[in-house]
């Protein structure tokens, strides 16, 4: 590039029938051409930053009056100097330039695996419970899911820790590691192993407390939708089961998640009409403020 702009310069500088003088003054405007030229594309790249541009490296000196008919040494050794520099800025522009873009590649990859995670997670957030056979009788249909806050496991059921813990029973053992799993807040753990524990074990007297605390890893996990098909099922297909009655209480917990409050209303109703003073005083203690939380009548 250098070589071709010189020669051009060059050319232009010796003509055979211009004076000398007349010369340099027609260089000297190209060059300032190019100089406001390259001015311009400086603003482009650092738009409003004063100190921003690069200025030349050279500037043009003053020249002293050249004898007529031949080229002042001084004027092309300005001429040379200055298109280096000007070389040299437009190396430089080039430069910012590449390595701005290479920003920008790098910026749009990282935009890119920020939203494919966020689309695993809202995925897997979405991600159906365990089915049931029978369709919920409290409008629970075709309900979508709502995060909440879980609130710390032990403070809301002490008293659900395992029955039987170190009697050798397999499906107990079971249950006593899903439960731990759920006391420490390790909720998709907790689902898995509480699941095994239902599937492996369905007459078992903790296949109960498992699936209703199944239903409560997914409630914990903010998944209510979920939760309400567990804890529906639990009291279905088991009513007579150790913790049928606290699935309808937590089916009712769920719904108001949900935002479905004369349902879970319904539901509480049903708890009260069928267990009455049997259900265990944990829930028995609840069940007026669970009450008065969704407006029941």
Known sequence: MRLSVLALLLAAAVPASAPAGAQDRSIERRVDVIEKELRAVQRKVFPGGAGATVEPEISAAQ??????????????????????????????????????????????????????????????????????????????????????????????APDAAPDKVGTGDAAEQAYTAGYRLWNEQRYAEAQKALEAVVKKYPKHASASRAQNLLGRAYLD?????????????????????????????????????????????????????????????????????????????
């Open 63 to 156: 020249a002293p009056p050249a004898e007529s008919g031949f080229p002042a040494s001084s004027a092309l050794a300005d001429l040379t100097a200055r298109v280096d520099s000007l070389e040299a800025q437009l190396r430089t522009l080039t430069g910012q330039s590449e390595e701005n873009a290479h920003r920008l590649r790098l910026l749009e990859a990282s935009v890119t695996q920020l939203r494919a995670d966020a689309e695993a997670r809202a995925s897997e957030a979405a991600a159906p419970g365990p089915a049931v056979s029978a369709a919920p009788s409290t409008g629970d249909r075709n309900v979508s899911t709502a995060r909440s806050t879980p609130a710390p496991a032990a403070a809301e």
């Open 221 to 297: 996990d903010g998944k209510p939708a979920a939760a309400a098909k567990v804890f529906l099922a639990n009291y279905q297909n088991n009513p007579k089961g150790e913790r049928a009655p606290d699935s309808l209480y937590f089916l009712g917990q769920a719904l108001v998640q949900l935002k479905k409050t004369a349902e879970a209303c319904k539901v509480y109703d049903e708890l009260q009409d069928v267990y009455g003073s049997t259900m265990r005083d944990w829930v028995k203690q609840r069940l007026p403020k669970a009450r008065a939380d969704a407006k029941c009548g």
